[in-house]
C-alpha cells in the first residue's frame, strides 16, 4: 500500500543550527500534507501543513518544501532551540482517504 | 491547546476484557479519526466518523468499534483485548474535507 517514509530515524543538532528533517512519500495523488511533533507522553502537535498545489509555505521558525516531481517533503527548522527536541511526523492525506504516517524522526538539540 | 480532549488519561485493562475511550472533538468540527500508536511507531488510522456515521476504517479487526454523538464527540470501543492492543490511542478533529487535523492528548491503554 501506500506509504509515507522518512530518511533519518534520528537526527542530532546543535542549539542555535538550522535542522531539517525530510520525508518521502509514494502518492502521487496525494493533495495535503502535515507536519507533527511530538514530545514525550503526549498527542502530535500541528506544526505546518502544505497543499500540493504550493511548493513552500513558511511559518514561525519552520518552513515546508514539497517537491512533487521526486515526492519529497522536508521541514526546516530555524535556530534550533531545547524545546525543538521530539519526534517529527509526516502525515500525508489522499483525497477521500485519511491521513498516513511515517515513522518519525526524533530530533536531539545538543547544547 | 487544541480543544480535542479525550478520557480517561490512562487505563489498565486484562487480557479479554472491554474497554471504552472517549474523545470530544474541537469546536466546528464534524470530523473524528481514532489512531492507534503502538511505543516508537507512527500514528495508525483505525477509522474515522462524520456526522454521525462512519466514513472510513484501517486495517483493524471489527473488534474495534466507535460510534459518534449528535454534539460530535466519539467513542472508541474494543473487546476482547489482546496484549498487543497496549497502545497511545488518539483522537483527531477536523472540518470538512482535507483540513487541518488537530489531535487530542491520547489515553495511554495498558493490557496485562
Known amino acids: 500500500g501506500e506509504s509515507v517514509g522518512l530518511h533519518l530515524p534520528t537526527l542530532s543538532v546543535q542549539e542555535g543550527d538550522n535542522s531539517i528533517i525530510n520525508c518521502a512519500y509514494s502518492?502521487?495523488?496525494?493533495?495535503?500534507f502535515i507536519w507533527y511533533k511530538q514530545e514525550s507522553g503526549k498527542g502530535p502537535q500541528f506544526i505546518i501543513d502544505?497543499?500540493?498545489?504550493?511548493d513552500k509555505r513558511q511559518g514561525q521558525r519552520v518552513t515546508v518544501l514539497l517537491n512533487k516531481t521526486v515526492k519529497h517533503l522536508s521541514l526546516q527548522i530555524a535556530a534550533t532551540q531545547p524545546g525543538d527536541s521530539a519526534v517529527y511526523f509526516c502525515?500525508?492525506?489522499?483525497?477521500?482517504?485519511?491521513?498516513?504516517f511515517g515513522p518519525g524522526t526524533r530530533l536531539s538539540v545538543l547544547p | 491547546e487544541t480543544g480535542v480532549t479525550q478520557s480517561p488519561t490512562h487505563l489498565i485493562k486484562t487480557r479479554g476484557q472491554q474497554v471504552t475511550l472517549r474523545c470530544s472533538s474541537q469546536?466546528?468540527?464534524?470530523?473524528v479519526s481514532w489512531y492507534q500508536q503502538a511505543l516508537g511507531q507512527g500514528p495508525q488510522f483505525i477509522f474515522q466518523?462524520?456526522?454521525?456515521?462512519?466514513?472510513g476504517r484501517g486495517n483493524f479487526p471489527p473488534r474495534f468499534s466507535g460510534l459518534q454523538f449528535p454534539n460530535y464527540s466519539s467513542e472508541l470501543n474494543v473487546n476482547a483485548l489482546e496484549l498487543d492492543d497496549s497502545a497511545l490511542y488518539l483522537c483527531?478533529?477536523?472540518?470538512?474535507?482535507?483540513?487541518?487535523?488537530?489531535f487530542g492528548p491520547g489515553t495511554r491503554l495498558t493490557v496485562l
Open positions: 483527531a478533529s477536523r472540518g470538512v474535507g482535507p483540513d487541518t487535523q488537530y
Open positions: 502518492n502521487s495523488a496525494s493533495d495535503y
Open positions: 469546536s466546528g468540527h464534524n470530523t
Open positions: 502525515a500525508e492525506h489522499n483525497y477521500g482517504q485519511n491521513f498516513v
Open positions: 466518523y462524520y456526522r454521525e456515521e462512519e466514513n
Open positions: 502544505i497543499r500540493s498545489n504550493m
